[in-house]
């Protein structure tokens, strides 16, 4: 496959059809660097100034695809301009090479020219002074710098701003990502504590519904179902109490209000009394300070309530044990409730109760275990979570 050069830049195509336009007119009105009497001109033929002209020129199609190959071309041809009349033009494109070479070059090329012409002008600056002892050499350094030197500093700066820029914009590109990965964390971490919160304000009310629904159904006595209808009647206005100050929450957007107060171990007493409405035999041994921190005293009364619900779904008969202590600086909470063979539980689940209970301590940092267990009385089934007081932050 026969190679081909990359397309040049419809920018590069300007400047080369603009700077040969311009060597021809000043070639045309007679218009050269040197007069015919310059030591340094050797060839005296007009024409041959076209030369380098047209080589320098062909250089600038290739100043930003092959900005290396098209420097070391226009080196060779200002140098066989030097031989001849010479054209301001030649000089001028070549400028643009070495400015195209910083710019558009390697990064190794880009440090390494601007040193190298610096070295090229220091020399042209001290050999002619010192060569000829006089000061005229001095404007053959100050032309060479301005040829070479200047346009390569030129070069690395606008290189500089150039990929300062570009970093920028990455970073900038960077940090939104940043952003909107850490909104998405937010918005899920939300969802979930929002999931947590409607499973067990809802769960106890709807699981005690169904259980007294299906006795009520099941029995022929008059006096069951009315005392059956009589707790779903109350788990139906509190579970939609909880319904509607959840919602209340969820719509309030405006940040005037008050947030509501959520559920303390103040309200341990009335929980367990509802769990004693609703058919469970729980005792209660709580020995924790007065004042603990929110989060903790929320996680705990949510554990309790789900290891309530559970047992009022899955428990054999017999008394559930809910259990408060705090030793070491942490809250223990334990609730164990009879465990035994059952043909199925008496309400459906979902599943998702010990994996919000388990959640809510690992946001607090602490240790969840429940499973099965042997116990004086027999086999029971245990939720232990522990609850560090100094690193609480709101589940």
């Known amino acids: 496959m026969a190679y081909r050069l990359p397309r040049p830049h419809r920018d590069d195509v300007r400047i080369a059809v603009g700077g ?32 380098p002209l047209v080589v320098m020129a062909g250089c600038e199609l290739m100043r930003r695809t092959r900005p290396r190959t098209a420097l070391l071309i226009g080196t060779a041809a200002l140098t066989a301009d030097l031989l001849t009349r010479g054209s301001l033009a030649t000089v001028v494109m070549f400028t643009d090479l070495v400015y195209a070479a910083v710019l558009y070059g390697s990064p190794g090329a880009a440090r390494r020219i601007p040193w190298i012409t610096g070295l090229i002008t220091v020399i042209a600056t001290v050999w002619p002074v010192a060569a000829w002892r006089k000061p005229e050499g001095l404007l053959i350094g100050a032309f060479t710098g301005l040829v070479t030197f200047t346009p390569a500093a030129t070069g690395w700066i606008v290189r500089n ?48 519904i169904a259980i007294h629904s299906t006795a009520a159904l099941s029995l022929d006595d008059p006096k069951t179902s009315q005392d059956a209808l009589a707790v779903i009647r109350e788990n ?50 709580a020995a924790h300070e007065d004042r603990l921190p929110a989060p903790v005293e929320l996680a705990a009364y949510r554990i309790v309530q789900e290891s309530l619900t559970n047992a009022l779904k899955h428990a054999s008969p017999g008394q559930v044990t809910v259990t408060l202590a705090q030793p070491d600086g942490s809250l223990t909470v334990r609730v164990s409730s009879p465990y035994g063979d059952r043909d199925g539980p008496r309400a459906p689940g979902s599943g998702a109760g010990l994996v919000g209970m388990r959640e809510r301590v690992a946001l607090l940092r602490g240790t969840f275990e429940a499973g099965p267990e042997d116990s004086p009385t027999g086999k029971v089934w245990t939720v232990r979570a522990a609850l560090p007081l100094s690193q609480g932050e709101d589940a």
């Open 20 to 51: 040969l336009l311009g060597g021809l007119v000043l070639w045309g009105v007679g218009l050269y660097s040197r007069t015919p009497d310059d030591p340094v001109s050797l060839v005296d033929q007009t024409w041959v100034v076209l030369v």
């Open 161 to 208: 701003h150039r990929d300062t820029a570009v970093a920028e914009r990455l970073r900038a590109e960077q940090t939104a990502l940043l952003a909107e990965v850490d909104r998405t964390q937010a918005v899920t971490s939300e969802r979930a504590r929002m999931a947590r919160e409607l499973h067990d304000m809802v769960a106890n009310h709807l699981s005690a």
């Open 236 to 285: 139906s206005v509190e579970g939609l109490a909880e319904m509607r100050r959840l919602i209340g929450i969820l719509r309030d957007d405006s940040g005037d209000k008050e947030p509501a107060a959520a559920p303390t171990l103040d309200g341990l007493e009335a929980l367990l009394a509802g769990a004693r409405a609703n058919g469970l035999d729980v005792a209660l041994d």
